[in-house]
């Protein structure tokens, strides 16, 4: 399984970004995909998980009405909208599967299998 994940970078408090997952490798209808982020010092968090069957998501409560996590079946294609984004949104940004046909209200990030490089998310104020 390999996960990239791109659409980075730098942003003004307020504003929006989309971030993508590209994956390959196998077929993905048993995963549940999720975006991961870590700010310097601090450990990794989850922000947001889907289920590749049914579009099932949860949500960091920090991210609720803010971010959507997404799916394209036809492209095996995750993606992170964030808006109204907030310098506490700084971090790198990382997706993930894990081998799960469920979706759990929140996750540790020992429960996924399989990882992306990160992407860096910096918000100015």
């Known amino acids: 399984v390999q996960l990239q994940a791109s659409g980075g970078g730098l942003v003004q408090a307020g504003g929006s970004l989309r971030l993508s997952c590209a994956a390959s490798g196998r077929t993905f209808s048993r995963y549940v995909m999720g975006w991961f982020r870590q700010a310097p010092g601090k450990e990794r968090e989850f922000v947001a998980a889907i289920t590749w069957v049914g579009g099932s998501t949860t949500y960091k409560d920090s991210v609720k009405g803010r971010f959507t996590i997404s799916r394209d079946n036809a492209k095996n294609t995750v993606y992170l909208q964030m808006n109204s984004l907030d310098p506490e949104d700084t971090a790198v940004y990382y997706c993930?599967?894990?081998?799960?046909?469920?979706?759990?209200?929140?996750?540790?990030?020992?429960?996924?299998?399989?990882w992306g490089q990160g992407t860096l998310v910096t918000v100015s104020s």
């Open positions: 993930a599967a894990a081998v799960q046909t469920y979706l759990s209200a929140t996750y540790s990030p020992h429960e996924f299998d399989y």
